[in-house]
């Protein structure tokens, strides 16, 4: 029965995907400029003009306005179908690896969350105490249910593993370079998403996170895009290697990357 429904479930994940996408465009713009995220109307940054309904359908407007206001031809920005784009494939990914139940309901909500996060680090180098207190409120109620597939205590060792090793990280950075290296926020957000991962995932994350800000870093310096005593926001590394470690979970439980590192890392081949 539930076989058979599910193709209709995954286009409704899909379509909830891209509708979510589009609000988290909302949110990013609104959110750091302390506006309302639910009124008035989206309005065209151009020409002032609100923009009608037909014309805010998630990724098909852009395309069939061919990316310009319909009323003043000014651009839209193509972050907003991506950023829709992103949640919707990303919707249908979660569904594939956790199936309908509460868990993929939960790490759907952690995922926007680290969607928006990203996005508004990027423009303006803050994580926003909304989204901790969101992130600390799905923690607690899906620990308190049980909806997770990680207990407590391993809830608490992620915490201390992730939010921890920021922490400590942040701590020597500013001492050794006389300035804040690591903001208080990503450590806040290293608390709340470990609380999600456990110890082993907190880790890949962590890892993760850090190639990802020496990628960002290099890419950003090679293209002159910042002095080197300008900072570099490292709240998006945090959400690309903790979305990478979730998408590459198993349906088993484990994860396909630290599957690889054990199976490749450390057999007889690489050792002789
Ligand atoms: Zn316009």
Known sequence: ????????IQAYSLIIGLAVGSFLNVIIYRLPNNKSIVKPRSKCTGCDSQIAWFDNIPVLSYIILLGKCRN???????????????????????????????????????????????????D???IPNGFIIFGLAISIISHFFGLLSISI????????????????MGAIG??????EALGFGDVKLGLVL?????????LLALFLSFIFAAMMSIIL?????????????????????????ILTKT?????HIINWYFTNMWTVEYLF
């Open 1 to 8: 029965m539930i076989k058979d429904l599910y193709p209709f």
């Open 72 to 122: 003043c031809k000014a651009p839209i920005s193509i972050r907003y179908p991506l950023i829709e784009l992103i949640c919707g494939l990303m919707t249908l990914m979660l569904l594939s690896i956790y199936g309908l139940s509460f868990e993929f309901i939960v790490i759907v909500l952690l995922c926007y969350m680290l969607i928006a996060i990203t996005f508004i680090d990027i």
């Open 124 to 126: 303006y180098f803050i």
């Open 153 to 168: 205590s391993q809830g608490i060792y992620g915490i201390l593993a992730f939010g921890g090793t920021l922490f400590i």
């Open 174 to 179: 500013s001492w050794a370079f006389k300035k």
């Open 194 to 202: 470990g609380s999600f991962l456990g110890t082993e995932l907190s």
């Open 221 to 245: 310096l090679l293209a002159k895009e910042v002095g080197e005593d300008h900072m570099i926001p490292f709240g998006p590394s945090i959400a690309a290697g903790t979305l990478l470690t």
């Open 251 to 255: 349906v088993g439980g484990g994860n």
